[in-house]
């Protein structure tokens, strides 16, 4: 940013961001943490792909939105939390609005693989879980645990040396394509896989991906985690 932009003229061009009607509906519905495409977000805010990709645009320029891709996707999510609370602010002013609701079968969401690691509501709150108790920290290429994260881990049962040495990333975000929240990917999110699995505290159906959560995993979960499944 121009440091000779002076404040009021940075808070008009991002207001100005903000109150197109089209571009309002794309940030308020990214307010519940997920990503979406570009064509979702056409939809939402009832404007053609075209004028769509020029509103994210006018976004990405004003810090307000942030672009990462995943395979061939594109998705779009808010810039940072202090966005959320301006938007936040703007919509208790303005009153209630829709919300979105993915159009995915609910066992499906609930709980399924995605590769070799779990997704769905189930992974996501895993993954926001082992953050919470401060068992993950964020860098450059991925995620990695903290001390008491690899503690945590091998009392579960998981040989955290053993999976890190696996040719393949450690662990990262991975964004699940019903929740649009990160779950964990790489080879420790395979390994917490495993080990729920041979823990039996989830199960897999023969002919899916779907997986469910057993009344012992609910209560080692808990017991364990803190985690409320």
Known sequence: ?????????????????????????????LLDGR?????????????SASTASVHLSRLRAANLVQLFAQGKHHYYSLRSPEVASVLEGLCVLAGP???????????LRAARTCYDHIAGALGVALHDRLHTVGWLTV??????LTSCGVEGLEALGIDVDRTRAMRRRFAFACLDWSERRPHLGG?????????????KW??????NRVLAITGAGRRELLARLGLQT
């Not at 609005?97 to 066992?107: C, H, I, K, L, Q």
């Not at 080879?187 to 823990?199: C, D, I």
């Open 1 to 29: 940013m121009n440091a000779d932009v002076g404040m009021d003229e940075t808070v008009s061009r991002i207001a100005a961001a903000i109150g197109d009607p089209g571009r309002a509906r794309m940030l308020c519905s």
């Open 35 to 47: 990503a979406r495409t570009s064509t979702e977000l056409a939809v939402l805010a009832g404007v």
């Open 97 to 107: 609005g829709n919300r979105f609701t993915p159009a995915t079968p609910s066992r």
């Open 139 to 144: 860098g450059d290429r991925g995620y990695d």
């Open 187 to 199: 080879a420790l999110g395979s390994a917490l896989l495993t080990l729920l699995q041979k823990r």
């Open 202 to 207: 989830i199960a897999g159906d023969l002919d």
